[in-house]
């Protein structure tokens, strides 16, 4: 991102984020590439220690109520690790968070969206449906309200298999 378009406050930000990737050791960069680490854990805590993760978020809920911009060029910075860092950084304290603090209520950002931005917790972003795949703009799911959604996973190997079961008065069946 280019120095001119930001204020003084998202280029100090950006010098934090800078910080965050120096710290990063280069043999967990190597080790996530040889896939011998699946899940860069002590990354996200690091980031969250350093209130780092979901900066556009309201202070009260753990970000820095800045904006997209500021999102971006952190997200920008962090992709200088490589794709899967960036990926780690923006699921949990991005995806999972704007559907919390936009669509859920204040016992559910206390319990999720806190813990997520400290980097205490983890969070994934999981679409699928039958014949869209992870076309996540062709998804033609919907939530219902009284809809019960039980979830498995199972491992094999370095592979993952998301079952999911959506119950409701309408569509009962599994995705």
């Known amino acids: 991102m280019f120095d001119f378009v930001l204020s003084d ?16 050791p280069r043999q967990m960069v190597l080790d996530m590439d040889a896939d011998r680490i699946i ?6 805590a690091e980031a969250g220690r350093r209130n780092l993760l979901g900066c556009r978020y309201p202070r009260r809920w753990g970000g820095r109520e800045m904006d997209w911009v500021t999102t971006c060029m952190a997200m920008e910075e962090v992709g200088r690790l490589g794709y899967i860092f960036a990926c780690v950084f923006g699921v949990g304290a ?6 919390i603090v936009l669509h859920g209520n204040d016992e559910q950002r206390e319990k999720y969206v806190k813990p997520l931005l400290a980097g205490e917790i983890c969070a994934a972003e999981c679409l ?27 491992r094999s190997g370095s ?12 569509m009962p069946g599994p995705i």
């Open 39 to 44: 899940f860069p854990r002590e990354f996200l």
């Open 94 to 99: 991005e995806l999972v968070c704007d559907a």
């Open 159 to 170: 592979s993952w298999a998301l079952r999911a079961l959506i119950t409701s008065s309408s």
């Open 9 to 24: 406050e998202q280029l100090a930000f950006r010098d934090e984020i800078r910080d965050l990737v120096r710290w990063v």
């Open 128 to 154: 699928t449906e039958p014949r869209g795949g992870s076309d996540f703009f062709g998804a033609t799911t919907i939530a219902e309200d009284g809809a019960t959604i039980s979830c498995s996973m199972a």
